[in-house]
Every structure is written in C-alpha cells, then in structure tokens.
C-alpha cells in the first residue's frame, strides 16, 4: 500500500490526497508536525534529505517527493492527464506555474498568517508578496474566463494542483471577491466525483 507522510494542513499535502481518493486508491498516512521540526529528523532525512512533505513511498525504500512531480506519477494513465502531447504540456505548463508563480506567495503568506501567526512580524514581506500572489490570481482568472478547466475543458491535475491553495487564499488574506470566474472554477473543482476537503 502506498504510504504518504504529510503535514495535513498543507496544499502541497492535500494535492496528494485529493488525487489518490478520486482514483480510489488505498493509502497509509503519517502525519508529521513541521512546526515541531518533525521533518528534520535523521530517520526523516533518511527518506528524503530535502526534510520536505509531501513524500510518497511507492514501495518498501523507494520514495518520491515533490507534490507536482507525485500528482504527474500517480496520474499517467488516468483521466487525469491528459493524451494529447500538447495538452500533457499545457499540464505541465500550470504545474510549473503553481509551484514558481502562485504557491510562494498565496501558500506562504497562509502558512504566516494563519499557522505561525505571524502577520504583525511580516508585514512588510507579506505587503510584498501579496502583490505578487494577486498577479497570479488575475492569470489564473483571466485564462478561466474563456473555459471551465485549465487543461483541455476537462478537469486534470493542473486543477488539482491551482486548487489547493487557492481555495483557502482567504487564510492568507487573499479577497477573492471579484475573482468571479475563480469562484466558478472553485465550486466546479468541489462538485467533482470522490472530492474531499482540505481538512479531510
């Protein structure tokens, strides 16, 4: 049975579990505490010497890191990626979006705000990066303004993984008030077969 060590309130996290149920796949879950260092640990290391969740065990020793790289792994041969060479790139596309343009700025200004609670401490780095975490949001709404999905009008790991974090920017401070067609998108995310919550 596949093994996923995470910290649970994580997006990062979340991509995995969201994927693997709507796939009815059985997996085991470790829970680990990373605001008690529980990643750093040497028999954690061992696994994986970034001291990062998520980590999958695939099998007995063999593990593999990295949200974006776990969502592309578990979803070849599903309908969750996507046949077509052009649109496999255009997957690929938002995944490198995610983790470069949107999650350093919406999923850490959450993480400081609402888990550290940190906000007075940051302010001026939060003021920063909320700008750049906005300029994301308007990519993002532009693009869902002509379709439904991201990839191919079908939903697809580049849902999942824009998802995570944007459904909870309100626990960074994000208004996502007059992201209209974000909403939208949001709610057809939710109404998908097998769909869990974050705090599932």
Not at 46 to 73: C, D, H, M, Q, V
Not at 93 to 106: K, N, T, V
Not at 169 to 189: K, Y
Request: some cysteine.
């Amino acid at each position: 049975m596949l093994h996923l060590y995470e910290y649970a309130p994580s997006g990062n996290c979340y991509k995995i579990r969201l994927l693997l149920t709507q796939l009815g796949i059985l997996f085991q879950r470790t829970h680990l505490d990373i605001l008690n260092k529980e990643t750093r640990t040497p028999e954690f290391l061992a696994k994986n010497p970034n001291g990062r969740t998520p980590l999958l065990e695939l099998e007995p020793g063999k593990f593999l890191a990295e949200s974006n790289a776990i969502l592309f792994y578990l979803s070849a041969e599903t309908q969750f990626f996507p046949v077509d060479p052009w649109e496999r790139a255009q997957v690929m596309q938002w995944l490198f979006f995610e983790q470069y343009s949107h999650e350093p700025y919406i999923a850490t200004l959450r993480f400081w705000i609402s888990y550290l609670h940190k906000a007075e401490e940051f302010a001026i780095e939060i003021a920063k990066r909320k700008e750049q975490g906005y300029a994301a949001l308007r990519v993002m709404e532009q693009h869902l303004s002509s379709r439904d999905y991201f990839v191919g009008e079908k939903y697809t790991i580049a849902d999942i993984s824009l998802f995570a974090y944007t459904h909870v920017a309100a626990e960074g401070d994000f208004d996502l008030s007059e992201f209209t067609h974000i909403l939208r998108w949001i709610d057809r995310v939710k109404a998908q077969p097998n769909y869990i919550s974050i705090t599932d």
